[in-house]
C-alpha cells in the first residue's frame, strides 16, 4: 500500500489531485516523506498538483498534512507575490490562487504584514470574495485590526465593494467581541446607507431561526451569533419605532420577536399592528432581562 501510494505521489505524468491524494494518504500512515513536495507547490506562483479557484478545495486537506511545517516560509513567498509590482495585471486563475493561498497561510505572517496585504488586495482587486477571503484571514489573526480596515471602507459606492459593508463585513463585526466591534456595529444602526441598515437587523431577526425558516428574508445580512443578539436590544427596538425604512421596521418586528419571543410566531402586518402594545412589552421584557450578563452592553 505505501510504496503504491510513493509511486503515485511521485510520477508527475499522474493528475495532480491523484498525486496530492496519495501524499495525504500517506501522511495519514505515518509517512511524511513528500511533505517538501507539498511546499514547493504552495510556494510556486501556480501550483501543478491543484487548480486553486476557490477554497475549501481538495488543496486544503493538503495543507493541513503540513501540520505548521514551513508555512512561515509559504505564507512569506506567497506574500512576495502579492507584492510584486504587476501582481493584479496577471489572469484570474493566477491571481485567485495566490490570494486564497494566503488568506489560508495568513496566520503564519504578523498581524502588520498581513493588514498590509489584506489592504492591498481590497484596493486592488476587482473581485470581493478575493477580498473577503483576506478579511477571514485577517479576522481569525486579529480582530481589532479588521474592524478598523472595516470602518475606513467606503459605503454606498458600487466600485468601491459597496457589498463588504452590506453583508460580509457585518458577519465579521458582529461576531467579533471587541470595544471596537461593539462601537461601530452600534453605529450601523444609524448608517445613512439603508442596506447596511437592513443587513444589520436581517442578522438580529435571522439569528434565532433554522436555515429553513430564514428563508423568507432577505439575502442580504447573515445570522448573527444568538448571544449577542439581546445585546443590541435597545437599538433594534429603536429601529423599529424610529426608522424611516419599511424593510427595517419589518426586519426590527421580527429580530425583537426571535430575541423576546413576544410575540410568538406572529407574522408582521403594519398597517394592522398593535405597535404600542409591542413595544409595551419588549419595553418590559428588555427591563427585566437586561442585567443579564450576557446582555449587558460594555
Known sequence: MQSALLKVARDEKIEGALRSNAIVALSRIGDQSQRELLVSEFMKPQPTLWKIDELGSPWSEAQKTLNGYKTKEIAAQLLRFLNAPNFFKQGYYEKRSVIYRLSSFGGALSSTQLTAATKRVIKYSKDDQES??????????????????????????????DTLRTDFIIYVVSRTDTRRARKFTKRLFRSSDERERVAIIAGFAKSA?????????????????????????????????????????????YALSNISDIPHNTDYDEKNADDKTYVAQWQAWWKAHKAHQSYKSK
Open 132 to 161: 473577503e477571503a483576506m478579511l477571514h484571514a485577517l479576522s481569525r489573526k486579529t480582530p481589532h485590526d479588521t474592524v478598523r480596515l472595516i470602518e475606513e471602507l467606503p459605503t454606498g459606492n458600487p466600485k468601491d465593494h
Open 209 to 253: 431561526l433554522s436555515p429553513i425558516d430564514r428563508s423568507p428574508f432577505p439575502e442580504l445580512g447573515l445570522p448573527i451569533r444568538p448571544d449577542l443578539s439581546a445585546r443590541y436590544f435597545p437599538q433594534i427596538l429603536q429601529a423599529f419605532q424610529t426608522d424611516t425604512s419599511r424593510e427595517v421596521r419589518t426586519l426590527a418586528f
